[in-house]
């Protein structure tokens, strides 16, 4: 009875954040469109030229007031702390609404050609709470799923369409652990990193390959494509090659 009334409990959450976020999404996209309509009316000039100059610099501005709105927003909703949390408990309100702040971002149009700009892509990381360094490099396609969940250290590359997870859903519990990736670290194209994960400093994780929860990664070690890694420290998982040979 009581998994039903935490099931209950968490739909009927799910339902009101997403009530709240399309509401957000269209206010959102009103104020960034509209505000870039009145710079072009205003301003648009009568020559061909002028028009579509002054067309391109009010698709940026767009784009930049969506992702200002977008990290403002997250500022003025408290973090979470890591830890298990039932899915009914009142701390992951505000954090079901920040992870649908992302997820606007991500789905947005706007997002591929806030990406194509390493000092945007650092902003709205930074903005939605992440620890990183300005040298961090993100390619087209990588999802972090929580960005306030992930700690990245100087000169870290991340391939293109690599995932990034800091919090994992079991049945009835959430569980919300950050990752940590150092110094000179590389992630390789469509990698998946599961919540709690640490990569050492210079450790190279190839493309396509797992590094399972709370898998450490020494620093320097190569883990190759297609592998999965689990346990501290990070060692080989010899079933999944198994199973992935069957």
């Known amino acids: 009875m009581n998994q039903q009334r935490t099931s209950d409990s968490f739909v009927y959450l799910m339902w009101l954040a997403e009530i709240i976020i399309g509401a957000y999404e269209i206010f959102a996209y009103g104020f960034s469109l509209g505000s870039s309509y009145l710079i072009y009316t205003r301003w648009g000039g009568t020559s061909l030229w002028s028009k579509g100059a002054l067309l391109t610099l009010c698709i940026f501005i767009s784009a930049f007031l969506f992702l200002c709105l977008i990290v403002l927003t997250n500022k003025l909703l408290p973090s979470l702390p890591p830890g298990r949390y039932q899915l ?29 700009y390493s000092w945007t892509r650092y902003l709205f990381f930074r903005g939605m709470g992440a620890t990183i ?37 079991e049945r009835l519990t959430l569980t919300y652990k950050p990752v940590t990736i150092e110094a000179g670290a590389l992630i390789g194209v469509r990698a998946i990193i599961f919540p709690g994960a640490r990569i050492g400093a210079d450790a190279i994780v190839g493309a396509g390959a797992m590094i399972l929860t709370d898998a450490v990664v020494p620093p320097g070690v190569v883990v190759h494509s297609g592998e999965v890694w689990a346990g501290d420290p990070a060692q080989k998982v010899q079933w999944a090659e198994r199973l992935r040979d069957r």
């Not at 992951?92 to 992870?99: G, H």
């Not at 490099?137 to 990245?152: N, Q």
């Open 133 to 169: 360094h300005k040298s961090f490099f993100a390619g087209h396609g990588t999802t972090i799923t929580d960005p306030a969940g992930i700690v990245v250290g100087p000169h870290v590359m991340i391939g293109v369409q690599a995932i990034i997870f800091a919090h994992k859903r």
């Open 88 to 116: 009914s408990d009142p701390e992951l309100r505000c954090w079901f609404l920040s992870a649908n702040l992302t997820a606007i971002m991500y789905r947005s149009p706007f997002w591929p050609f806030l990406t194509s």
